[in-house]
């Protein structure tokens, strides 16, 4: 490869994050006027478990301005997500062979796929719980009241976290099929990989037992599927 090629290849990778970039500010300067619906969708799942008559708090100044701002520009880099993966298929896809080409197109459009299930997952199924959970064990004498600011952080680590962990077949797919790690080397190490997504997701969820349950456990179900799915060759 000369040093003209580089160069070319370099220029169009510059470009194609350009426009990856520029989409997220687009979505990002749209979704800026509805920052007040963005915020309400996202704050609904404790909103709903919340009792009547308890509301979210702010304890900053700027917190109420600043937050459905945060949570736009988040909201905008998540839908930005699948034109990411778009833009380094297409840069990829003129060096690949047909049947280079036949492997990887699946798998990324997978791993869009298994993105939008985990963050899915976390918002319509685990937050609900969650929340209902810890509100309900709450004692009669504390009003339940959380900040907004921390309940963004926690959201966006909650969602992060389950969009990441729903990549686990993907990855045990790659390892497998690209001769990295044998099929029988995982399943048989399979009580030590068990014990390490517990590990992890003790690390990536909120510090609470349930948080990491239904992280931990998707985590080696998701595994198992990447195993049935593989086979080396």
């Known amino acids: 490869m000369n040093e003209d090629s580089i160069t070319s290849h370099f220029v169009e990778l510059r470009t194609r994050l350009l426009r990856v970039l520029g989409l997220l500010a687009i979505l990002t300067i749209i979704g800026l006027p509805f920052a007040a619906e963005i915020y309400s969708f996202v704050s609904s799942p404790l909103i709903n478990a919340l009792p009547a008559g308890s ?20 909201v905008a880099i998540l839908l930005t997500i699948p034109y990411m993966f778009y833009q380094i298929w297409i840069f990829m896809a003129p ?75 993907v990855a045990t797919f790659l390892l497998i099929n690209s001769n990295i790690v044998k099929k029988e080397t995982l399943a048989g190490s399979r009580p030590y990989i068990i014990v390490m997504f517990f590990i992890l997701a003790m690390f990536l969820t909120p510090p609470d037992i349930f948080s990491q349950l239904f992280l931990a456990i998707p985590m080696w179900l998701l595994f198992e599927i990447g195993l049935l799915l593989s086979k080396n060759k």
């Open 55 to 74: 509301t979210m708090i702010a304890t900053e100044v700027s917190t109420p301005f600043m937050v459905p701002i945060k949570l736009t520009i988040f």
């Open 95 to 169: 060096g690949l062979f047909e049947n280079e080409k036949q492997f990887i197109a699946p798998l990324m459009l997978s791993t869009v796929i298994l993105f939008v299930l985990g963050i899915s997952f976390a918002y319509f199924i685990v937050a609900p719980i969650i929340f209902s959970f810890f509100i309900a064990a709450a004692p009669e004498s504390i009003q339940v009241m959380t900040d907004i600011n921390q309940y963004f952080g926690f959201f966006i680590k909650l969602i992060f976290a389950f969009g990441i962990s729903f990549e686990i077949p």
